[in-house]
């Protein structure tokens, strides 16, 4: 008769010790998920690096065979191609800026999208919404935080997870940014530049 007065007092966990579980599996899960987060953040930073370098070696084979840069990333083939997030790649040949022949959004366009893929009145380009007057492309160079633009022939960069960028590595909408600064010896995040 004692045994059944033990195994009658057993009724199994408290609302205190479910509550309790319910709170550790909360946090594991919280941390599982948080890192999980970064990691595909970090795998699509190494992807768009991997690819930015792989466009600067198609740009710098080019300008090997042609003896001048690329106007746009079309003449390689690779206007169409996107980053990890979906936006085109941009590059700004420097030398649409002095002759004012760039492409960009709101420059003229009859194909052009918000992202300044398309013929524009005056040129084609690979320039995002931030282009300007008649050969912005980019709105001009990207510039470190000293105002000192980062390449000496051309930029060429992803916008990152956010799909916002503005010349100055240091604005809110650049930090983001995958970016190939000091003519290539730097690939990587603005952020980090």
Request: charged share 20%; proline share 4%; no cysteine.
């Amino acid at each position: 008769m004692g045994r059944l007065t033990a195994l009658s007092k057993q009724h199994g966990y408290t609302l205190v010790e479910l509550m309790i579980v319910m709170a550790i599996i909360t946090t594991l899960s919280t941390i599982g998920f948080t890192r999980y987060r970064r990691t595909i953040a970090v795998a699509e930073e190494v992807v768009a690096v991997k690819e930015l370098k792989d466009i600067l070696a198609a740009i710098e084979f080019y300008n090997q065979v042609h003896g001048a840069y690329p106007l746009t990333l079309d003449e390689l083939g690779l206007g169409a191609l996107m980053d990890p997030w979906g936006n085109p790649y941009q590059y700004l040949n420097f030398t649409t800026l002095e002759n004012g022949n760039g492409g960009g959004a709101d420059n003229g366009a009859d194909k052009g999208n918000d992202k300044g893929n398309g013929d524009s009145g005056n040129g084609s380009g690979n320039g995002n919404d931030n282009g300007g007057g008649n050969g912005g492309g980019n709105g001009g160079k990207r510039k470190d935080r000293f105002v000192v633009p980062i390449n000496t022939w051309f930029d060429l960069y992803s916008m990152g997870p956010d799909g916002k960028s503005t010349p100055p590595l240091t604005a809110s909408a650049s930090l983001d940014d995958v970016i190939v600064a000091n003519d290539g010896d730097y690939i990587g995040l603005a952020s980090q530049y």
